[in-house]
């Protein structure tokens, strides 16, 4: 077995004796859901994370997708709502733009088009704050974030008390390692706002050298009761991951310049 395997069942061990899991390729903190928490789903898709989140834990989950095509195919039972919406920086319509991948549907045409431009549709508008006001939430245990390129329309309209006061803690797929959608520099700097919000930061997807901001997880320290044996775990899997991460970026950067040289 090659070393970098050995490295991901060590991630995956620590991962399971810290209470994280993942599902439908999010991860998060599994010991701050139970029956009574309440899941936001953005980006639902055709439900799937959906359903498995909410028959695991006998939780309410509710699941915002803005392509009609693809909200219709959510199955609503007596956890899961489904609401077709875009959560979006204003409230007004927004255009979406169709791919041939349905998992790509996108506010932006190029996101769209890097897997099959198909048209474009406009669809309700609503920002996450308006949403939560709308239903009378005040807290959500995890909000689910995989909305292809749209996560700095999202937070750039979301207040700091918000983040700080209602949501738990939040998994997140970037999408800046797709050409033209949202820019590294936006990914880093939603990530230090959380940092200084008091959101720790477990970036898994350093795993993935080409795609390494598709799983990040962040939790609020605020308002989640973490236990210290977990608390040691989170820092030891951040620790083990950065050091991956540096290393693939070390070896990718000395490649780049033995091709440069020869």
């Not at 701050?32 to 909410?54: E, H, K, T, Y």
């Amino acid at each position: 077995m090659k070393l970098y395997d050995w490295f991901v069942k060590f991630i995956d061990f620590g991962k399971e004796k810290s209470g994280l899991i993942n599902l439908k390729t999010h991860t998060f903190y599994a010991k701050a859901i139970d029956s009574n928490a309440l899941i936001i789903d953005l980006g639902a898709n055709v439900g799937q994370f959906a359903q498995a989140i909410s028959q695991k834990f006998n939780c309410k989950c509710y699941a915002i997708e803005a392509v009609p095509a693809v909200y219709a195919q959510i199955q609503e039972n007596n956890l899961v709502k489904k609401f077709n919406c875009a959560i979006s920086a204003q409230n007004h319509p927004v255009k979406i733009y169709l791919s041939d991948n349905r998992e790509c549907h996108s506010i932006s045409q190029d996101f769209a088009a890097s897997y099959g431009l198909q048209g474009a549709i406009t669809v309700e508008g609503i920002t996450l704050e308006n949403f939560l006001d709308s239903h009378n939430i005040e807290l959500v245990d995890l909000l689910k974030v995989d909305i292809e390129g749209s996560e700095e329309e999202l937070f750039k309209s979301t207040s700091d008390a918000t983040l700080c006061k209602k949501i738990k803690q939040i998994t997140i797929e970037f999408h800046d390692f797709v050409p033209n959608s949202i820019s590294t520099e936006a990914v880093k700097n939603i990530v230090n706002r959380f940092k200084k919000l008091g959101f720790f930061l477990i970036p898994f997807s350093y795993v993935f050298p080409e795609m390494d901001t598709c799983d990040f997880l962040f939790v609020n320290t605020s308002l989640c009761k973490i236990s210290l044996k977990d608390w040691l775990g989170f820092h030891m899997i951040n620790w083990l991951l950065t050091i991956e991460r540096t290393k693939s970026y070390t070896v990718s950067a000395m490649s780049k310049r033995l091709q440069t040289s020869a």
